[in-house]
Nanobody, 117 residues
Framework: QVKLVESGGGLVQTGESLRLSCEAS????????LGWYRQAPGKQRELVAT??????MNYADSVKGRFTIARDNAKNVALQMNNLQPEDTAVYFC????????????WGQGTQVTVAS
């Protein structure tokens, strides 16, 4: 089965950086897109950044210029987070859209990012 595992979360001070990584396993079909979402307590899960199989990248307005998404290879994806702010505090989830013609969405368990003011 498909499994996504995130790593790299932690506690940092405002202005510092973190790099999140996601490793995908059990993938036997094509990956259409990879990305990151985040969810803070009491809030809805929201898009952070995605990257498609054609290297088209999409970022939330709140992270443009600070975060960078990149594929390490065909299956793994990283999120470089610079100049972190308290508003970035959330659980960050790795996301993958996988399939041929018809697709399924997969999610990791999440990694906590906490930014202290």
């Amino acid at each position: 089965q498909v499994k996504l595992v995130e790593s790299g979360g932690g506690l940092v001070q405002t202005g510092e950086s973190l790099r999140l990584s996601c490793e995908a396993s059990g993938v036997n079909l094509g990956i259409d897109a990879l990305g990151w979402y985040r969810q803070a307590p009491g809030k809805q899960r929201e898009l952070v950044a995605t990257i498609s199989r054609h290297d088209i990248m999409n970022y939330a307005d709140s992270v443009k210029g600070r975060f960078t998404i990149a594929r390490d290879n065909a299956k793994n994806v990283a999120l470089q987070m610079n100049n972190l702010q308290p508003e970035d505090t959330a659980v960050y989830f790795c996301y993958a859209r996988i399939g041929i013609i018809r697709y399924n969405d997969y999610w990791g368990q999440g990694t906590q990012v906490t930014v202290a003011s």
